[in-house]
């Protein structure tokens, strides 16, 4: 099945690449864009039927691997 | 030859491509702030390395909106001649100078030191000083040089050798385990630079001007400039 | 003095928590700190005043466990302009210019966060040196990791790694060298020392005493969040309600905006606006303004709601102590504020007037008009805690007989397995991913010499600058140990032709309340004091980490030391890597073949035991001096000094960096050839020469110990009757370990 | 308002982070894992109440900067 997991900074944590683009926009002639936050997207291809097992490995990829979670959250969504 | 250099915030290759240019021509370049609408007239832009805007987002997307660049894309166009290293290929890749895009090197880091480069063509402004075929040492310092172009692009850009520059092993070989080896950053086809369709604009990834002077890295990078002064002076 | 406080009690917060002997505890005051703390107030303070006492009087604001010992340090020659005490030392290189250097540690951080640690302890040394009115124009780091087989290891080496680079390579500062150690010693506690060198003119260094009563003091930077707010005093804060957002969190560092910072300072600094400039590090606006304050013997009152902030309902206390990156404090003179003003939003940066000088030597500290805090200046910093605490020097461990040392049973094997042992294998996979060659002055690269060689712009001097420690030497005897880093520092310039002229040292220790930890302290002090008195290589900044310890077990003593020299024409300057072939190989300084504590008995025979190589520093003066001579009078085409694994690595690493071969004879002595191809005694250097004969006859004139041992040639080392082993063999094994190590997954 | 905007990298363009993520989730033991691709989630502050307005600025802040249409493609969702 395929997977979507969303990385995001954790609140309050700075986010130097949001704040740029912010500001980006705001020179662009987009005044309205107030704070930005950028984070990661990530869509993997699974070779796994059960959605319970699925989950469970995928939680085991971010902690491993796909975010730092010191400074990171992450969550996980199943489709199809 | 009269050279402009722009500068982004986040620029910091702007001091050395000046210095190479003070070297050969004996005079400082105009230094160019990212927020000008305008500036003199000059015989070539340079659009240096650096993280302009940190290259956040995207390498060199927000550089590539910044007024000056709507000046730049109006004088290439004019066949103005721009040369656009590192960030600068990217902002100018970003604003549609030259074909093609810089994505992250297929190792995910930065990598920095020199590489060797065939110089694909001697039929043009930034390379005439160079012999089609000859193996240059110039270094590079990038994170993102890893230059890509849909099938069609790509054969564009051979049919009308719109490639300035391959990376190369120290003998010259471009393709093959080898030529893989010496490619620092899974640019296709080994790609290191290209030109617009005019020539009149080069981005290139690795660094001509840090290569301008025996103890500090050689000289392999000075005849660009050396090349550029007698088409433009 | 203490008018001021009848006159304006300072008001309670909102919901703000009684300060019990756990809130106290809590933020790491001792119950007589706190003592000290109620004597200097008069009453009972508010958590913002705790929380600004507890900081200022943390291990790392007051050096209160090592000052006594730092003070035996020489600080002092004729070309030092600046010695410890300001943001960064300062010395004279000649022609009216300053070279300016620091070394910080940034080990904690970095080992909860790799990447954010490392990236944001490199940010906060470029301030160091940048707030003094110098352009950065090298970076150096210093890294020690835990045992290569330790679970962490690996992921802290890549982020760590990734990190320098990635805040140094966008500040377009070149990082030109360091050194990397792994010991299973730092497997819970590792270390990252970072090293920056600037330049600026003598006669516009900028200092940090606030001066002119009435003064506007301005923030400048970036906004203030609630980054690496002390854990344990943030959670005995609830000031708000325990949402999420509201903890304290990781330091991020922003690379892009310190560059826009770096050149907004020196666009500023090139007026005459500024009255002192200090960066905010540790303990962020706290340390800074008290700083600025005291050194200026003056009082200050700042309006904290003036402060930019990046997050909704942040207060007093979180804005003393948020630890938020890229941010500085000036005093300007009065009324340049628009002109200055102006500069910054040029850049994109927050610019904000939040205070002014007063003569009342006191801090007052408002919030929306209310005041928060308002402490006495002098006592606060005059009565800090020092100590002198107990401590037990280490006793010299028994000198090892060498020739209770056994030989390799197989040469070539043991100089493969020195060659692509963690300690000595090339570390390229690491400074490839600094950008080492940015500014285009980078005369010596990382691995083709001693020291980096970086010109000064603009002139022919290059300024030569290393890092080093030993720590294993250390741990075995701290004084000898001490003694043996500022040596081999002051060769490694040496090796290059350079002239050294003074360090900066970073002192990484483990608990300095055990009696041996700061024994060890006491006596590395002890030693390096004296090879700097000798060496007259004075110590003009410097920095303490102490407490790295995990679970009652310390790291090895780690006192780096980072030096730099200067040389007045670069192209006079020497590297390591051997080009020419058919040239001579001279050996300068006596070899007694020296193997207690060397890499070889570690490596071959897993013991790290024995007195490690006696300093004789009058020696290291004697041949140094004579090794720099003979570069200068260009007689020497390539120098390494020898340090770990002794002569035959230093071949080795020679001959692989320029690519050619050699073929040595060990002279007749009396020494075992293992110890005296392995053997690590000190002042020693190996020289390649052209003219051998000359370099040999003004050596016996001058009584310095040189030996011809053999030529360049081949693509083999070469040791007649001993062993000969390809080139490519040893490139392999010494480039191949680090990037298997890393790439590998368990 | 809210907006949440997703960038992905057109198929057919190589996506180095995917393919490297997707090596080193194989090698840390999961090898159910497949092609991954990875994209960009950006979450932006707007002062628009009106959603039809806003859709229209956002997909103009895609055009101009959030994503290069060369190579990625974009998705504009609404938050309240
Ligand atoms: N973390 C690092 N960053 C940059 N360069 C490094 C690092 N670690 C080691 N190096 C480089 O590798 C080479 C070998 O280091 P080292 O063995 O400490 O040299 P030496 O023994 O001469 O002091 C030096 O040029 C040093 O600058
Ligand atoms: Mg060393």
Redesign the interface.
Known sequence: MKARV???L????????????????N??G???????????????????TDKTKAKA?LD??CK???A?T??ENYSIELVG | MKAAVLVFPGSNREGDVAQAIELVTGRKPQMVWHGAGDFDKADLIVLPGGFS??D??RCGA?AA?SPVMAEVKKRAAQGVPVLAICNGFQIAAEAGLVPGVLMRNEKLKFVCGDVHLKVETSQSLFTNRYQAGQVIKVPVAHAEGNYFADADTLKRLEDRGQIAFRYCSADGTVDGPLGHEANPNGSIRNIAGVYNETKTVMGLMPHPENAVEPIFGGCDGKALFEGLVEALS | MTIAIEKNPPVKLPNEPTITPQVVAEHGLAPDEYERLLKIMGRTPTMVELGIFSAMWSEHCSYKSSKVWLKKLPTEAPWVIQGPGENAGVIDIGDGQAAIFKMESHNHPSY??P??GAATGVGGILRDVFTMGARPIANLNALRFGDPSHPKTRHLVSGVVAGIGGYGNCMGIPTVGGETNFHASYNGNILVNAMTVGIAPTDKIFYSAAAGLGNPMVYVG?KT???GIHGATMSSTEFNEDS???????Q???P??EKLLLEACLELMATDAIVAIQDMGAAGLTSSSFEMAAKGGLGLEMALDKVPM??DGMNPYELMLSE??ERMLIVLKPGREDEARKIFEKW?LDFAVIGHLTDTERMVLSWHGDIVANIPIPPLVTAAPVYERPWKLTDLPPVLDAAKVPAPKDWKGSLLKLMGCPDLASKAWIWHQYDHLIMGNTAIRPQDGDSALVRVPGTHKGLAMTSDCTPRYVQAHPETGGRQAVAEAWRNITATGAEPLAITDNMNFGNPQKPEIMGQFAGAVMGIAEACKVLNFPVVSGNVSLYNETEGKPILPTPTIGAVGVIDDISKAVGSRLIQVGISLVLIGETRGWLGQSLYLRELFGREEGAPPPVDLEVELRNGNFVRDQIDRGRIVACHDLSDGGLLVALAEMCIAGGVGAEVALPATGVPSHAFLYGEDQARYLVASPRADKILNTAAKRGIPAVLLGNTGGSAVTVKDVLSVPLDDIKAVHEGWLPAYMNSTD
Chains 1, 4 share one sequence.
Not at chain 3, 244 to 250: A, C, L
């Open positions: 969303h990385v995001t954790k609140n309050g944590v700075l986010d130097p690449q949001g704040k740029a683009i912010g500001h980006s926009l020179r662009l987009f005044p309205e864009v107030g704070d930005v936050r950028q984070g990661k997207f990530i869509e993997l291809e699974l070779a796994e490995r085991e990829m491993k691997l796909l730092n010191v400074i | 805007y940190g956040y987002l927000m909106q | 909860i966060e990447y954010q970036s969040g609630r980054d999420e957002s509201k903890r304290p969190t990781v991020v560092g922003d892009f905006v990046r997050e938020s990156q994109e």
